[in-house]
């Protein structure tokens, strides 16, 4: 960083310091500058495609040591190659987030932690009467309890390092009717609550804990989701998924970890217990 002093360009047009008075501008000179993380461990869970990956690379490329938590292991090392071919650290993590005493382990053998990303997570189509006892307690496994085992791993480490961030990822089933989605929704508001919950149980242990709720994302889940479901359709559906999102198209992977990065950063220093929608419009404009 440097200052300069005497006029002061875009700030005070035109403005230049009279004699004995100095009016002075900080710079900062990093490229990354107010979202810089470098020197910061974040973990991130699902960090093998999609939002997830999005949020790895982006997090690696701020300066961050990356760990991703990952059931797919293939998919995680592609995470990892783009990372390392762009200079950044990372390292890779394979485990199952449902298994509370493998996810310790990995925290342990991961030590200090500056940034929680719970970004896991599973889907299932079907309204109450179609979510079988099995589909309801999958998507609790991963959804509730992976968010669940992971803030009980992190938080006792960032207690012990002065503080840190978590970032869960909610949806805006948690806010609004989704029609065929009640395990999925069931579980999005578990995880709004927690991220309540935590936040205002460890404001006095610096730890701040938000969420974000995207709509549609263009993910690799949703083209597989296409080609399941509607074979041979697979353009006209997603025109059709698009179009429900106001701003008249889904959001990209990159947008919602441009929100995390910013959330997960010191210039959110002021902000903890809030969930925010990332949706195009869908929750307040769909009318």
Do not use: W
């Not at 938590?69 to 199952?96: D, F, M, Q, R, Y």
């Not at 309204?127 to 959804?143: F, H, Q, S």
């Not at 991220?195 to 804990?209: F, G, H």
């Amino acid at each position: 960083m440097h200052e300069t002093c005497g006029e002061i360009p875009g700030a005070f047009p035109g403005i230049t310091a009279p004699a004995g008075l100095f009016l002075r501008k900080t710079i900062t000179t990093s490229s990354m500058g107010i979202f810089d993380l470098t020197g910061k461990t974040a973990v991130i869970t699902g960090g093998g495609s999609g939002i997830g990956r999005a949020i790895s690379v982006l997090f690696a490329q701020q300066g961050a040591h990356v760990h991703i938590l990952e059931l797919n292991e293939e998919a995680a090392a592609s995470t990892a190659a783009e990372i390392t071919a762009n200079g950044g650290k990372v390292s890779v993590h394979g485990v199952n987030v449902t298994i509370q005493a493998d996810v310790l382990q990995v925290f342990e053998r991961i030590g200090t932690v500056n940034i929680l990303v719970n970004n896991a997570g599973i889907a299932h189509v079907g309204n109450l009467e179609k979510t079988a006892e099995a589909d309801l307690d999958r998507i609790y496994n991963v959804n509730v309890k992976g968010v669940y085992n992971c803030l009980f791993a992190a938080v006792p480490a960032m207690k012990a390092n002065g503080g840190g961030v978590i970032l869960n990822m909610a949806s805006i089933a948690a806010l609004v009717g989704i029609p065929d989605r009640f395990a999925y929704t069931m579980s999005k508001g578990a995880t709004h609550a927690m991220t309540l919950s935590v936040a205002k149980d460890y404001l006095a242990d610096n730890i701040r804990c938000n969420s974000i709720s995207p709509a549609r994302v263009h993910t690799p889940f949703v083209d597989g989701f296409l080609a399941k479901n509607y074979p041979g359709k697979e353009a006209e559906m997603f025109e059709k998924l698009a179009a429900t999102q106001p701003i008249g198209r889904m959001a990209k992977p990159e947008e919602i970890a441009q929100l995390a990065l910013y959330l997960c950063s010191d210039a959110a220093g002021f902000i903890t217990g809030v969930d925010y929608p990332i949706d195009g419009g869908f929750t307040t404009l769909n009318n």
